[in-house]
């Protein structure tokens, strides 16, 4: 089970809210590379782990994505507080309004809707640890852009660059455990499905 | 229970949500190098210090999870982390 600790991994502290920015980073909330999908696919993918190393470092990496989801959560929601509709419709949020209110809906920077076809869960170590690698990657290059996007608020680029350095401490991570699939697969008379 | 955050209290919160920072990283770092023994010696320490100013801040400010024990319910007084104002 999961228990909630009542503080974030990584404060965030908006002084000036601002829509504009808003729109643009919820895709890290629930769009193609976001945290929510990390979250779901990582969780879901160490289900199908064959050794010790890749069941754990799934697991805590998921549960790291959750406290991720978070912040960015919180990210979308401070730099939206208190605003006027007349200032989301001028951020080019109005169709948000409209469907969500000031609430913080799971989609992606264009407005599609957070889906599962952005995930894999191929119950392959191998295919899955190798798909994870490119996520981290593809993470990390959406913050890249984001702290292009938002370079005027120092506010916002400190949190999108601590949240970029855990992508690579992630794929850091996976690659060492793909290494040990890979060793474990090497090894003679081993048989998926019959590890213990 | 004072719901204004003060500048201890963020100092202690500061020093709780680096520790708890340090200590998931070595977690992670200890599942693919779980040997690695000048890893584990820092796991040790840093998680136990943590566990002191958990126990610290929430005995001076409120509980940081359901499960520390409470006579009123101050799980619910505190602007959440994700609020302005929040830890």
Same mark, same amino acid.
């Given at each position: 089970m999961w228990t909630y600790d009542r503080h974030l991994q990584y404060p965030v502290n908006i002084k000036t809210p601002?829509?504009?920015?808003?729109k643009v980073i919820i895709?890290?909330?629930?769009?193609?590379?976001g945290e929510l999908g990390a979250s779901l696919?990582?969780?879901s993918q160490r289900f199908g782990m064959p050794d010790k190393k890749s069941k754990a470092i799934l697991n805590d990496i998921g549960t790291e994505e959750l406290a991720h989801l978070e912040?960015?959560?919180?990210?979308?929601?401070?730099?939206?507080?208190?605003?006027s509709v007349q200032e989301m419709e001028k951020a080019g949020l109005g169709a948000y309004y409209t469907?969500?209110?000031?609430?913080?809906?799971?989609?992606?920077?264009?407005?599609?809707?957070?889906?599962?076809?952005?995930?894999?869960?191929k119950g392959d170590p191998i295919a899955d640890l190798t798909e994870d690698l490119a996520a981290e990657q593809k993470a990390r290059a959406t913050y890249e852009k984001l702290i292009n996007l938002c370079k005027d608020d120092p506010d916002v680029v400190n949190v999108l660059r601590y949240l970029r350095e855990r992508e690579i401490v992630h794929f850091q991570r996976f690659g060492e455990a793909l290494n040990g699939v890979q060793d474990k697969l090497a090894q003679k008379r081993f048989h998926m499905g019959k590890n213990k | 229970m004072n719901t204004e955050?003060?500048?201890d209290q963020k100092m202690l919160m500061?020093?709780?949500?680096?520790l708890a920072f340090t200590v998931n990283d070595l977690a992670l770092y200890l599942d693919t190098h779980p040997c690695d023994s000048n890893a584990l010696r820092y796991q040790y320490e840093y998680s136990e210090q943590l566990r002191?100013?958990?126990?610290?801040?929430?005995?001076?400010? &409120?509980?940081?999870?359901?499960?520390?024990?409470?006579?009123?319910?101050?799980?619910?007084?505190?602007?959440?982390?994700?609020?302005?104002? &929040?830890?």
């Open positions: 601002n829509p504009t920015l808003a895709s890290q909330y629930g769009g193609p590379d696919r990582y969780l912040m960015v959560g919180a990210l979308v929601h401070q730099l939206t507080d208190g605003v469907d969500h209110g000031f609430g913080v809906y799971p989609q992606a920077a264009a407005g599609v809707p957070w889906n599962a076809a952005t995930i894999a869960v | 955050i003060t500048n500061d020093q709780i949500r680096s002191n100013l958990r126990q610290r801040y929430q005995r001076e400010y &409120g509980p940081l999870s359901i499960y520390y024990p409470q006579k009123a319910w101050e799980w619910i007084e505190s602007p959440w982390p994700w609020e302005k104002g &929040g830890v």
